[in-house]
């Protein structure tokens, strides 16, 4: 039975989701039934279709008291909105339902895995959020919080943890039917770790073990971890708070890392080997992975930062963040690679195609324009002398244009929005370090109504970034310093 709280928010959501236009949303990326949108949650294939669930607070376009929204896909890129699942609403979770995970129990239920958060005053007059793990079960639709939450609190913590930062719980089943978590928490150091919990039935917890510790090397708390196995490799992803920049590699900020390693299943330990930004353009965190009943690994980010939050406050949406597109991810040469779903394909209309195009100055191509767009370029020096700089300009007009640009000499790969439309002067630039040898460079650039996502060298590198250029500013046009060759592939995506 549904509490009071959790059915005001569904005949909220139910009634308010129908002032927003379809044209007035992404068209192929999860956004907010109404209100704001965070973390994905519950990333999970359950009784025959993909489920989301998210970070929501469907009352304000603005961060708020912390709810589960949801929505189920069949292709991952076309979303049906189901009632909110969650709402805070217990003792133990009446500051927030915050993210978590989900799988599906021997007996067919759902079983959801949250941080509960309680708001507790401090000596000094201030208050800090006690964070717990809780439970709820459910089938697909309505949930039922267990009746022993919180399942995971202090007494479960390492000596000199904080009960504070214990959040973001991801589980999975191992091949022998147990089942482990890992859980961001702040230990004695200020910076952050992983914690290991296992359990037999995917009710009592147990501590195991710290899976994996910062001292301080990237930023400090680490927030929302997946870990998983790739092409032989043991994967850990998570977000680091307050990191500061190494190179191009990582940024100021709220950041996102993955840590490559050895995994040994037997006694749960991972060695890490190397490590990696996620993604190096402006809006991508918390990301969370699953593997579909296919084999593929395929991950999906909040598409946001959260130092740009302010960029549609001055216009007070009814709705407020998005998902990335799902990736499908892979481990080669000890990298992380990810690409559009294959399912994206399917979306593909209308092409245009130009082999072999020289570029010098300014250049525009016929068919090549569009706020929908799937487009493949190739670029390379057209003569013995190297380019100096070259451009993509995307959702252009006379005013406005949100821009990808690559010098040759320095390897360095830019995007660029502050000429997108914004009004404030929040995070509008991300330089990384790309692979262009001799000034050869493959680009795969998606762009939505309200996005756009680059995808390097095959998946080497990606960027994702918001934009929120007015709809009519679609065209396209290229920018070389030099003398540039480009084999262009654009399809409209409906």
């Known amino acids: 039975m549904a509490s009071q709280t959790l059915r005001e928010a569904r005949k909220y959501e139910e009634a308010c989701e129908k002032l927003i236009k379809e044209a007035e949303r992404p068209a192929f990326h999860l956004s907010a039934r109404i209100g704001w949108m965070n973390d994905p949650n519950g990333f999970s294939y359950y009784n025959g279709v993909y489920h989301m669930f998210y970070q929501y607070h469907p009352y304000d376009s603005v961060w708020g008291p912390m709810h589960w929204g949801h929505a189920v896909s069949r292709d991952l890129l076309h979303w049906e909105y189901l009632p909110a699942a969650l709402a805070p609403d217990e003792i133990y979770d009446r500051d927030g339902c915050f993210s978590g995970s989900a799988l599906t129990l021997p007996d067919g239920r759902h079983l959801l895995m949250y941080t509960g958060v309680v708001q507790e005053r401090q000596k000094n007059g201030g208050t800090l959020e006690i964070q717990a793990q809780c439970l709820a079960v459910g089938d697909g639709t309505d949930y039922e919080k267990y009746e022993n939450n919180p399942v995971l609190d202090e007494k479960d913590l390492p000596e000199g943890s904080s009960r504070f930062d214990f959040r973001d719980p991801k589980m999975w089943q191992k091949e022998d039917g147990t089942y482990c978590c890992v859980v961001g928490n702040r230990p004695a150091d200020g910076s952050g770790h992983i914690l290991l919990y296992t359990s037999t039935n995917g009710f009592h917890w147990n501590f195991k073990k710290v899976f994996i510790a910062n001292h301080n090397r990237f930023g400090l708390m680490w927030e929302c971890p997946d870990f998983f196995l790739l092409d032989g490799k043991g994967v850990l992803l998570t977000s680091p708070q307050d990191m500061m920049p190494q190179g191009f590699e990582y940024h100021n900020g709220n950041g996102t890392l993955c840590l490559i390693g050895s995994y040994d299943g037997y006694t749960d330990t991972f060695c890490e080997e190397s490590s990696q930004s996620i993604d190096y353009g402006i809006d991508f965190y918390a990301p969370q992975t699953i593997l579909a009943p296919d084999g593929r690994r395929i991950m999906i980010g909040w598409m946001q930062n959260w130092d740009t939050c302010s960029t549609r406050v001055s216009e007070r949406p009814l709705w407020f963040g998005q998902m990335s597109l799902p990736r499908e991810l892979h481990v080669k040469n000890g990298r992380l690679y990810q690409w559009p779903v294959k399912e994206l394909d399917a979306m593909r209309s209308g092409k245009a195609a130009y082999q072999n195009v020289h570029v010098h100055g300014t250049a525009r191509f016929a068919g090549i324009c569009g706020r929908r767009v799937d487009m493949e370029l190739s670029i390379r020096p057209g003569s013995n002398t190297m380019y100096r700089k070259f451009s993509i300009r995307l959702a252009q007009d006379e005013e ?49 109504r309200f996005s756009v996502e680059v995808f390097v060298n095959g998946g080497e590198q990606a960027m994702s970034a918001t934009i929120y250029t007015r709809q009519e500013a679609d065209g396209i046009s290229f920018l070389a310093d030099g003398d540039v060759w480009m084999d262009i592939v654009k399809y409209d995506l409906v």
Request: hydrophobic share 35%; net charge positive.
């Open 400 to 448: 406005f244009y949100t821009s990808l640009s690559l010098r040759p000499e320095e390897s360095i790969l830019k995007i660029d929005r502050k000429f997108s439309g914004s009004r404030r002067a929040v995070i509008h630039q991300r330089r990384s370090l790309v692979d262009c040898k001799n000034g050869e460079l493959k680009l795969r650039i998606i762009l939505d």
